[in-house]
């Protein structure tokens, strides 16, 4: 089993509040992702990073925002909480030479 | 633009049959078509996948079939468990990212 972990994995919060999601990993891995999960199922990439102080925009456009200092740390922050913001979010690594991503167990995220 | 399609939505198996779950995209710069599977409450995690150099891989109870003139691939589950019910999700993609498709629920009742 892969050692990424996320927290919080459930999480209920007021409209206009600032959240920060937190990934971490312990694998060294160089890649790194966060997908929105529709209660539907399906996954979008909303940020992908490829190592230290590098981030990208992913195919879902977001209003998060996030960063990453440190290899194994990759949090997801909404400045302004809003209830179309109510979904699933995994977060995801991949050692850097290699194509498979590992996923976190997903923070549950609800926006009333 | 989705350019990843999955059928169908949602299976129901007889335990001991066989699962078949389509998946066809569109970008010929894909080269690499991972099958993941989401149990409840839990990140999805890799089942199997397969390169188009080849055209089918097999690993255990599950193989990938790819036909890359179609475009398209498949994963079929032989003598389908109980604890085979999951969400499925096939992907295509290359080393930076995948796309993934929209998830097939099965359920296989004993």
């Known amino acids: 089993e892969a050692d990424i972990y996320q927290t919080p994995r459930y999480l209920v919060i007021g409209t206009g509040k600032k959240i920060t999601l937190e990934c971490s990993q312990t694998m060294g891995h160089d890649k790194m992702y966060w997908y929105q999960q529709d209660p539907g199922m399906e996954l979008h990439l909303i940020h992908y990073s490829y190592g230290v102080n590098s981030t990208e925009k992913g195919d879902l456009s977001s209003e998060s925002t996030v960063s990453r200092i440190r290899t194994e740390h990759f949090p997801l922050t909404l400045e302004s909480a809003r209830p179309s913001h109510t979904s699933q979010y995994l977060c995801?690594?991949?050692?850097?030479?290699?194509?498979?991503?590992?996923f976190g167990p997903g923070t549950r995220l609800t926006v009333t | 633009q989705q350019q990843v399609k999955q059928s169908p939505q949602s299976l129901i198996v007889q335990k001991g049959g066989i699962s078949i779950i389509n998946c066809a995209y569109e970008n010929t710069a894909f080269d690499y078509f991972p099958w993941y599977q989401q149990f409840p409450g839990k990140g999805p995690a890799l089942l199997i996948a397969i390169r188009p150099d080849v055209s089918e891989k097999k690993e255990g109870r599950f193989t990938i079939s790819f036909n890359k003139s179609a475009k398209q691939f498949s994963l079929h589950i032989m003598d389908s468990q109980p604890g085979d019910s999951a969400t499925y999700f096939c992907a295509a993609g290359g080393y930076q990212k995948v796309t993934f498709g929209t998830g097939t629920k099965l359920q296989v009742i004993p």
């Open positions: 995801a690594s991949a050692e850097g030479g290699m194509y498979e991503q590992y």
